[in-house]
């Protein structure tokens, strides 16, 4: 199993203060944007409290903030994608989920002093950060804010029940199928194509958000494509029967035709 050291917080601010700092600008963005992005616009003549919202913009690699720093603020992604992970005492990387455009990041900082997990942005992208005297401030004063901030935790409780599902598959090939379904829909849902879908993480991203090794999951790719389900061009999948794949997924073992591909359809081993 991959490993990779785990960082120690200090030294990786030192190392990479751009990450953290550099990239950072404060302005005055426009609320009724962030409500947007959260679902609930504000309706026609009410007026935002003026709240100063803070910008931050990361590169591809970028950290957002790091497992153990101080949490100072709550985080509503504007563009791009990012993957949130916890590092364990060996070293390993455990993907906890991804986040992309409308989703809220950081919401750890509301349960103590300190991140419990690291986000990296997977893609240039950016954030609205809202220091916690403000979220707390605004959650108060404005009744959208709050509903908006339900519902991105209300959609971040439902991605861990799809979580749960795919996990619940024994078979690695069904675990990957409801992986792509589910990021379908997500996709559908931010109005971009269902059926087209490039993956901005790696297959050891993925592999460790399902809890199989990634050399399983590049064998997974190679049977689905087997079974004419999906087209695989690198990190572009385009799906190529919904319905088969839907019924694929469905189930919890591989069925037997897909078996007979010889892509090791075993039970997933971590």
Do not use: N
């Amino acid at each position: 199993m991959h490993t990779v050291p785990v960082p120690d917080v200090q030294s990786c601010i030192a190392a990479h203060p751009t990450r953290l700092a550099g990239i950072e600008r404060s302005e005055h963005a426009a609320l009724h944007e962030m409500l947007d992005l959260l679902g609930v616009p504000i309706g026609e003549g009410q007026q935002p409290p003026d709240t100063p919202l803070t910008v931050r913009r990361l590169r591809a690699g970028g950290s957002l903030f790091f497992e153990g720093a101080p949490a100072t603020s709550i985080y509503v992604v504007r563009a791009g994608t990012f993957k949130a992970f916890h590092t364990a005492q060996d070293g390993y990387e455990q993907v906890i989920g991804f986040a992309r455009r409308g989703d809220l990041l950081g919401c750890d900082a509301l349960s103590g002093d300190c991140h419990l997990m690291a986000a990296v942005a997977l893609e240039d992208a950016s954030v609205y950060a809202i220091a916690l005297p403000d979220f707390y401030a605004l959650a108060q004063s404005l009744p959208a804010f709050y509903r908006g901030v339900m519902r991105a935790v209300g959609s971040a409780m439902h991605d861990l029940t799809q979580l749960a599902d795919m996990m619940a598959a024994v078979a690695a090939e069904v675990r990957l199928a409801r992986f792509l379904m589910h990021l379908s829909q997500r996709m559908a849902t931010s109005g971009q194509s269902a059926r087209s879908l490039r993956l901005l993480m790696t297959r050891r991203d993925i592999g460790s958000y399902l809890g199989v090794a990634h050399e399983t999951i590049s064998r997974s790719f190679a049977a689905l494509a087997a079974l004419r389900l999906v087209k695989v061009e690198q990190r572009r999948v385009e799906i190529l029967d919904f319905g088969a794949l839907q019924r694929f997924a469905q189930g919890t073992r591989a069925p037997a035709k897909a078996r007979t591909h010889g892509f090791g359809l075993e039970a997933c081993a971590a």
